[in-house]
Protein backbone atom coordinates (compact mmCIF):
# COMPACT_ATOMS: atom_id res chain seq x y z
CA UNK A 1 0.00 0.00 0.00
CA UNK A 2 1.37 3.65 -0.96
CA UNK A 3 0.85 6.00 1.81
CA UNK A 4 0.73 9.72 1.14
CA UNK A 5 3.22 12.12 3.10
CA UNK A 6 -0.24 14.43 3.53
CA UNK A 7 -1.97 11.11 4.67
CA UNK A 8 -0.01 10.38 7.29
CA UNK A 9 -0.89 11.96 11.13
CA UNK A 10 1.82 11.43 13.93
CA UNK A 11 0.36 10.86 17.49
CA UNK A 12 1.90 10.74 20.59
CA UNK A 13 0.23 9.23 23.69
CA UNK A 14 -3.10 8.67 21.99
CA UNK A 15 -3.30 12.11 20.91
CA UNK A 16 -3.04 13.38 17.13
CA UNK A 17 -0.85 16.12 17.17
CA UNK A 18 0.88 16.81 13.62
CA UNK A 19 -0.55 16.48 9.76
CA UNK A 20 2.32 15.33 7.75
CA UNK A 21 3.10 17.12 4.73
CA UNK A 22 5.96 14.92 3.44
CA UNK A 23 7.40 11.50 4.93
CA UNK A 24 10.11 9.34 4.73
CA UNK A 25 10.40 5.97 6.48
CA UNK A 26 13.45 3.56 6.66
CA UNK A 27 13.32 0.02 7.45
CA UNK A 28 16.52 -1.62 7.72
CA UNK A 29 18.10 -4.93 8.75
CA UNK A 30 21.34 -6.12 10.44
CA UNK A 31 23.39 -8.72 8.75
CA UNK A 32 25.85 -11.26 10.30
CA UNK A 33 28.37 -12.96 9.27
CA UNK A 34 28.19 -16.92 9.35
CA UNK A 35 30.82 -18.25 6.86
CA UNK A 36 32.29 -21.47 8.32
CA UNK A 37 34.79 -23.59 7.27
CA UNK A 38 31.77 -25.52 6.00
CA UNK A 39 30.03 -23.05 4.05
CA UNK A 40 31.93 -24.09 0.84
CA UNK A 41 35.00 -21.63 1.27
CA UNK A 42 34.19 -19.55 -1.59
CA UNK A 43 31.26 -17.21 -0.48
CA UNK A 44 30.32 -15.49 2.19
CA UNK A 45 27.30 -16.65 4.14
CA UNK A 46 25.11 -14.25 6.44
CA UNK A 47 21.70 -14.33 8.22
CA UNK A 48 19.69 -11.27 9.58
CA UNK A 49 20.53 -9.83 12.78
CA UNK A 50 18.93 -6.97 14.34
CA UNK A 51 15.51 -5.34 12.55
CA UNK A 52 15.24 -1.23 12.87
CA UNK A 53 12.85 1.27 11.59
CA UNK A 54 12.89 5.15 11.78
CA UNK A 55 10.17 7.99 10.01
CA UNK A 56 10.98 11.54 9.76
CA UNK A 57 8.05 13.93 8.75
CA UNK A 58 7.42 17.83 8.24
CA UNK A 59 4.25 18.59 9.72
CA UNK A 60 1.60 21.12 10.13
CA UNK A 61 1.34 21.16 14.32
CA UNK A 62 -2.08 21.00 15.36
CA UNK A 63 -4.68 22.78 17.58
CA UNK A 64 -2.60 22.85 21.28
CA UNK A 65 -6.60 22.20 22.97
CA UNK A 66 -7.17 19.52 21.00
CA UNK A 67 -3.54 17.52 21.13
CA UNK A 68 0.24 18.23 22.32
CA UNK A 69 1.22 21.37 20.89
CA UNK A 70 4.73 22.48 20.08
CA UNK A 71 5.50 23.79 23.64
CA UNK A 72 3.99 20.24 25.16
CA UNK A 73 6.86 18.12 22.83
CA UNK A 74 9.49 20.76 23.55
CA UNK A 75 8.91 20.41 27.64
CA UNK A 76 8.52 16.70 27.25
CA UNK A 77 12.13 16.66 25.47
CA UNK A 78 13.69 18.82 27.93
CA UNK A 79 12.21 16.82 31.07
CA UNK A 80 13.38 13.52 28.87
CA UNK A 81 9.96 12.15 29.66
CA UNK A 82 9.70 9.11 26.96
CA UNK A 83 7.05 9.14 24.88
CA UNK A 84 5.28 6.56 22.42
CA UNK A 85 4.61 8.02 18.67
CA UNK A 86 2.40 6.51 16.23
CA UNK A 87 2.94 7.12 12.23
CA UNK A 88 -0.11 5.98 10.67
CA UNK A 89 -3.30 6.95 9.11
CA UNK A 90 -5.89 8.43 10.81
CA UNK A 91 -9.05 5.83 11.38
CA UNK A 92 -12.01 8.65 12.14
CA UNK A 93 -12.86 9.22 8.93
CA UNK A 94 -15.45 7.12 6.95
CA UNK A 95 -14.34 9.07 3.38
CA UNK A 96 -11.18 9.21 3.93
CA UNK A 97 -10.11 7.30 0.41
CA UNK A 98 -11.38 10.49 -1.15
CA UNK A 99 -9.44 12.83 0.58
CA UNK A 100 -12.39 14.72 2.30
CA UNK A 101 -11.27 14.58 6.20
CA UNK A 102 -13.17 17.23 6.79
CA UNK A 103 -13.28 19.16 10.43
CA UNK A 104 -11.61 16.88 13.05
CA UNK A 105 -14.09 15.03 15.38
CA UNK A 106 -14.41 16.81 18.95
CA UNK A 107 -12.38 13.84 20.53
CA UNK A 108 -10.09 14.24 17.83
CA UNK A 109 -8.35 11.64 15.70
CA UNK A 110 -7.39 8.47 16.31
CA UNK A 111 -4.62 6.12 14.47
CA UNK A 112 -6.23 3.60 12.10
CA UNK A 113 -6.67 0.03 13.64
CA UNK A 114 -3.57 -2.49 12.55
CA UNK A 115 -1.94 0.08 10.79
CA UNK A 116 1.51 2.21 10.87
CA UNK A 117 4.19 2.07 13.20
CA UNK A 118 4.59 2.74 16.81
CA UNK A 119 8.07 3.29 18.78
Not at 44 to 62: A, F, I, K, P, R
Amino acid sequence: MITKGGDLMLFVNGKAIAYATNHTLSISADTKETSTKDSGGLWQTSEVGMLSWSCSSENLVGDPMAGIGYAELYDMMIARKPVTGVFALEGNSTNFAEGKLGAAPTAGWTPKAGDGYTG
